[in-house]
């Protein structure tokens, strides 16, 4: 028998490693920019060609390398970072298992510049899955370049893992701001295809987190300090206000590298307890900073988890200075959203004769007025049903005979709400009325509707912006003064891409100069929003859902729309919106569900009703 066991080639362990390092251009892009960090660079520019795949470049004013440091950089563990086992222990550079250029090299072609300050020459080389295909003296300017050109070109199986371009890019983008974020001092550029993204100043914190997220979030933070002998915690948390539907901005950093921590999170969550609306997420930009040798990062590059040896006192002292901070800037008073209108039902004294409510209606009120109607700022009505049809024996829930993609994807939902409409059967009568500023609630014959606000304006816009999309031109009212908005290069970059289909729904941009635009005009039935924070919303919400990769442009931006100027909760409707909305609801093709597939209504049967006097 002959023996078996062979080392492996280093080509073929590099390319193995270089799995578990590099999944994606985005680790790639984040070595980078972290190694760039590590060599004391105060300009870093990122620059990239198709989402990554074709070329990831990194350039830094840094320290630069030798040309001996150059050649060696791409040996697997080859770091300048750690000398001594217990260096480990003090970690205070992103990057030290000298891993990272190995990795790449072996998955991509590779060509490197760099010089010293003290260097009148600098070096360049050229690598190509692991072998140095050439290296020369060159001119160059002070510190480094890499450029990572078809990432994968030698592991097709790789390549053809990588997701969607918007879904690759995303990734990158994030990289980006979390490096970016916990370096405010140093200067960050990124161009996509040669279009700028992001062109970040050395600032505060305060103003690269706007800068990364969007102008208007300087207003929105409130700052948490906190300085204990073991540990340090600074930067911001959103004001409650403005917590997302989604678990947007959220960042951790310890000791200046971004971490995911469930635990921590619970804490902040648990300090921001009861000032949040139901399903909302707080916005948080927290530094922690500890003894290194308290902290375990001697972990997987690509992991972003990490154990602190004293959570626990960490989490109570992060709580604490969370509750501070929202109680120091007089969050904490009620938020009460529906003090108004909320039904009483306590019991009555004893003794006291009860009267039967009565129900007192408007009797001068007539839906079938248009010129009421014209009152109610926050609908049109642009379908034919009518209250007739509404008030009759029968509820007609229209059936969708179009389906456009996205109704097709909630058809599930709706099959599964088809039980439920059958059973609407008739509304019974006009007593419509809105229950705690959040709810509409009516009889119908099987039981008690209720109808959340929220969500079913949502459905009512996302259809009609859908249908704008596809066939008419909505009527555009002039603004009497035309607002001039600033936005970040990442915001302006997409509002330049939908500027086109939101004129379609009647806005009117004009790009004015690279990141400001003239807004002459708005939908001429929707004027009742800030324009700034909804044009915000809807870039934040359409970034969002460039995420999912099925859904097209302008049903993004139907979704995004309607998500951002449909009514909250919480906010109080006259007798004729109420019928406007419960009207327009009902011509709406999946009336059950919202956009984002929640249901819209629900029905208490008469079962369950008699069942709570059993
Ligand atoms: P690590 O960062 O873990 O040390 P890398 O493979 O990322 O490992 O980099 C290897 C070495 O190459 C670093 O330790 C550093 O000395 C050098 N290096 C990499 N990028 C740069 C850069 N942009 N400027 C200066 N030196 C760099
Ligand atoms: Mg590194």
Not at 205 to 213: A, E, P, T
Not at 497 to 519: C, H, Q, R, W, Y
Request: with cysteine.
């Amino acid at each position: 028998m002959h023996d078996i066991i062979r080392l492996l080639p280093d080509s073929v362990a590099n390319q193995i490693a270089a799995g578990e390092v590099i999944q994606r251009p985005a680790s790639a892009a984040k070595e980078l920019l972290e190694n760039a960090i590590d060599a004391g660079a105060t300009l870093i520019k990122l620059v990239i060609k198709d989402s990554g795949k074709t070329l990831i470049q990194v350039v830094d004013n840094g320290c630069g390398m030798s040309m001996t440091d150059a050649r060696m950089s791409f040996e697997r563990h080859a770091t300048s970072k750690i000398k001594t086992a217990s260096d480990l222990f003090a970690i205070k550079t992103m990057g030290f298992r000298g891993e990272a250029l190995a990795s790449i090299a072996a998955i991509a072609q590779i060509e490197l510049k760099t010089k010293r300050v003290e260097d009148e020459l600098g070096s360049q080389i050229i690598i190509e899955g692991s072998k140095v295909i050439d290296q020369k003296p060159t001119q160059c300017a002070n510190g480094t370049s890499i450029a990572i050109k078809n990432l994968f070109f030698n592991v097709p199986a790789r390549r053809n893992f990588l997701k969607s371009n918007q879904v690759e890019t995303r990734h990158i983008i994030d990289e980006f701001t979390r490096v970016s974020m916990v370096n405010p001092l140093v200067s960050f550029t990124m161009h996509h295809n040669e279009k700028a993204i992001f062109q970040l100043n050395n600032s505060t914190l305060k103003q690269r987190i706007s800068g990364l997220l969007g102008a208007n979030f300087s207003q929105r933070l409130i700052p948490v300090e906190q300085d204990t002998e073991s540990i340090k915690i600074n930067g911001f948390i959103g004001k409650p206000e403005f917590a997302r539907k989604t678990r947007g901005e959220q960042f951790f950093f310890a000791n200046n590298r971004f971490i995911k921590h469930p635990y921590l999170h619970h804490s902040i969550d648990a300090a921001f307890q009861e000032l949040l609306p139901k399903d909302t997420f707080p916005s948080y930009f927290i530094f922690i900073e500890v003894d290194p040798k308290t902290i375990d990062i001697n972990i997987h590059p690509t992991k972003t988890e990490v154990n602190f040896q004293d959570s626990k006192v960490l989490y109570a002292i992060l709580r604490a200075a969370v509750r501070q901070s929202l109680g120091k800037f007089s969050i904490t008073p009620t938020l009460d959203f529906d003090v108004e209108q909320s039904l009483d039902f306590t019991d009555p004294p004893k003794g006291k004769i009860i009267n039967p409510p009565k129900i007192t209606t408007d009797p001068t009120y007539n839906p079938f007025d248009t010129q009421t109607r014209k009152d109610s700022k926050h609908f049109s009505k642009s379908k034919t049903t009518n209250w007739e049809s509404l008030y009759a024996d029968q509820v007609q829930i229209a059936k969708p005979d179009k389906l456009t993609t996205e109704d097709n994807d909630l058809q599930k939902n709706i099959d599964s709400n088809e039980e439920s409409q059958k059973e609407v059967g008739e509304i019974i009568n006009e007593k419509i009325f809105q229950f705690k500023n959040r709810y509409i609630v009516t009889v119908v014959s099987s039981g008690l509707m209720i109808i959340d606000q929220n969500l079913a304006h949502e459905r009512i816009l996302f259809e009609r912006f859908s249908n704008l999309f596809e066939n008419e031109k909505a009527s555009s009212q002039q603004e009497l003064f035309p607002e001039t908005l600033s936005f970040s290069a990442s915001d302006a970059e997409i509002l330049n891409d939908i500027k086109d289909e939101l004129s379609i729904i009647g806005f009117a941009i004009k790009p004015m100069s690279k990141n400001t635009f003239v807004i002459t005009g708005r939908p001429a039935d929707l004027t009742d929003f800030n324009l700034r924070d909804t044009l915000e919303g809807i870039i934040e919400n359409y970034r969002k859902n460039l995420l999912d990769i099925n859904l097209n442009k302008k049903i993004n931006l139907a979704k995004s729309m309607a998500a951002n100027v449909a009514i909250e909760a919480g906010t109080l409707l006259k007798k004729e919106e109420i019928n406007a909305m419960v009207d327009a609801l009902f011509a709406c093709k999946a009336p059950t569900v919202s956009p984002s597939g929640k249901a819209i209504f629900n029905i208490i049967s008469m079962e369950e009703i008699a069942k709570k006097f059993n």
